[in-house]
């Protein structure tokens, strides 16, 4: 499967985003997504997981209650509603797709190209 992530920019603190992530291909919906994302000089970071069905997530606790991830099946599309965001959310941001799901990069077969989003203050 392919990924394609988009939305991402510049915005102040405070502000929100939605980031999208178009799947190529016809078994979007037997994966796990996730969304990741790695500030500049830091080391890749989990941020939001969803279950095939799109019944489950899970957040890292950094974005819990403010990003929300969901997920189209019928448009092979997997969102990250991001609320309130804080400079420190200033990263470029990956999906990504697996089998199995999880908090952990190692799991995830498949990763879009990312998508910089920067918050000023």
């Known amino acids: 499967v392919q990924l394609q992530a988009s939305g991402g920019g510049l915005v102040q603190a405070g502000g929100s985003l939605r980031l999208s992530c178009a799947a190529s291909?016809?078994?979007?919906?037997?994966?796990?997504m996730g969304w990741f994302r790695q500030a500049p000089g830091k080391e890749r970071e989990f941020v939001a997981t969803?279950?095939?069905?799109?019944?489950?997530?899970y957040y890292a606790d950094s974005v819990k209650g403010r990003f929300t991830i969901s997920r189209d099946n019928a448009k092979n599309t997997v969102y990250l509603q991001m609320n309130s965001l804080k400079p420190e959310d200033t990263a470029v941001y990956y999906c990504?797709?697996?089998?199995?799901?999880?908090?952990?990069?190692?799991?995830?077969?498949?990763w879009g190209q990312g998508t910089l989003v920067t918050v000023s203050s």
């Open positions: 990504a797709a697996g089998p199995i799901g999880g908090s952990s990069d190692k799991v995830y077969d498949y």
């Open positions: 291909g016809r078994t979007f919906g037997s994966y796990v």
């Open positions: 969803i279950r095939r069905s799109g019944g489950s997530t």
